[in-house]
């Protein structure tokens, strides 16, 4: 399961990377309009696949993770959901987690609170991504112009 879970997390990573070597091919007035085209719609590519792979992969997490609580339940064991734990977090903080008090507490951590509580990482990675195919259907768009 860490496997699985480190290379999910590895894609948006190698997406990036990709998709910079790709911009720098479709952004060079150098290249030929097929050739930034070509760019183009290999980045659309590799975006909507990751997308696709990460709503996949967050889709099964929560999945097993729901199966995981109803049988903690019927075994009669502390729930482990991430919901749940902050939600113990709140009630009693062991005293060594005193330091990150303010990631346990509802709103009062200020803006670490809105951006990492409040934001989970998969609308963060997509909204970058919809940027990235943003400037991928631009450059396509530029370049069909630019030929007709």
């Known amino acids: 399961m860490r496997q699985v879970e480190t290379f999910a997390w590895n894609v948006p990573a190698l997406v990036i990377a990709g998709q910079s070597f790709l911009l720098t091919i479709g952004l060079d ?3 030929t309009h097929r050739e930034k085209a070509l760019a183009a719609v290999a980045g659309i590519a590799i975006v909507l ?3 696709h792979f990460m709503w996949k992969h967050s889709w099964n997490f929560y999945l097993l993770e729901s199966v995981i609580e ?4 019927r075994l009669g064991r502390h ?3 991430t919901g749940e734990l902050v ?3 709140r009630a009693e903080a062991p005293p060594e987690w005193t ?3 303010v990631w346990a507490g509802p709103g009062d951590g200020g803006w670490r609170w809105y951006l990492v ?3 989970r990482a998969l609308a963060v990675w997509t909204a970058a991504f919809v940027v990235l195919l943003a400037i991928d259907v631009a450059i396509l768009v530029k370049a069909a ?4």
């Open 70 to 73: 109803r049988e903690n339940r």
């Open 117 to 119: 509580r409040d934001r």
């Open 49 to 51: 696949a990751a997308v």
């Open 79 to 81: 729930p482990v959901a």
């Open 29 to 31: 007035s150098a290249n």
């Open 99 to 101: 330091k990150f008090a």
């Open 145 to 148: 112009v630019d030929v007709i």
């Open 87 to 89: 939600k113990s977090l």
